[in-house]
């Protein structure tokens, strides 16, 4: 995992939310095709990290953010950056499904037809990533319908799609099986592991089950500090650090 040079690598990463100094000097590298959890309690930044490696914290008011968060050696914080580009190649996929309220096929067409893609590509577009999320073969018949008719679990499989649909090379998700009910959620978790064969992935979970299920890699925050990070099946199995055992043990958080 490690010969290759990491997808992202962040390095001095500090972000003040209002006055509150939320993410304190992360440095961490998210290894390439792999599937990278970002764990710790709640409140200790596991989003406002997540959020930092897209630009998409920004939003928010009052940010000030310090350091750099290199994609494939460019820093995605660099003045001259194209902000819609890094938010195109490093999609997110929410906590709870949000299909645009519009059909089926125009959701996962929306961001191609944004992206200028030409429309006769578009069917097989939505297609290829209807079928990636593993959706075609239950709306296949009915792609005009209304998403908002799709099932909680259908609905996140589309979401999948639509961030799909634009190429990104990252996917960040943010507790995205966490609305989900227990069969629905394996489902994402499957896929995510299939998509891993194409794609960084980069989720935050609260469930350290789900996090030994799918990580490769192991990110562990507590208060806006990196405490601990590896491989992980080393940091699940043999952590180096005490406050990483307390939490894995559920002593704390
Ligand atoms: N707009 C804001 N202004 C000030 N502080 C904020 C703001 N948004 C979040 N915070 C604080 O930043 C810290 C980190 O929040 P964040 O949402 O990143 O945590 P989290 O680890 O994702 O938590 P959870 O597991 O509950 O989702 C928290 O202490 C939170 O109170
Ligand atoms: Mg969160």
Known sequence: MHNIAPHLSIR?????LDAQHVLKDIAADIPRRCITAIVGPSGCGKTTLLRSLNRLVELGPNVRITG??????????????DVAEVRTRIGLL???PFPLPMSIYDNVAYGP????TARTGLDQTVHSCLQAAQLWDEVADR???PATELSAGQQQRLCLARALAVKPDILLCDESTSALDPISARGIEDLL???????TIV????DLDQARRL????IFLWLGEVIEQGPAADLFENPAQDFTRAYLEREIG
């Open 12 to 16: 001095n990463l500090n972000v003040w």
């Open 68 to 81: 750099k968060v290199l994609f494939d050696d460019t820093d995605i914080y660099h003045p001259g950056m």
């Open 215 to 218: 990580a490769d890699y192991v």
């Open 143 to 145: 792609l005009k319908a």
């Open 94 to 96: 929410a906590q709870k």
């Open 113 to 116: 037809r944004i992206h200028g």
């Open 203 to 206: 989720l935050v979970t609260h």
């Open 193 to 199: 592991l299939t998509l891993k064969t194409d794609y």
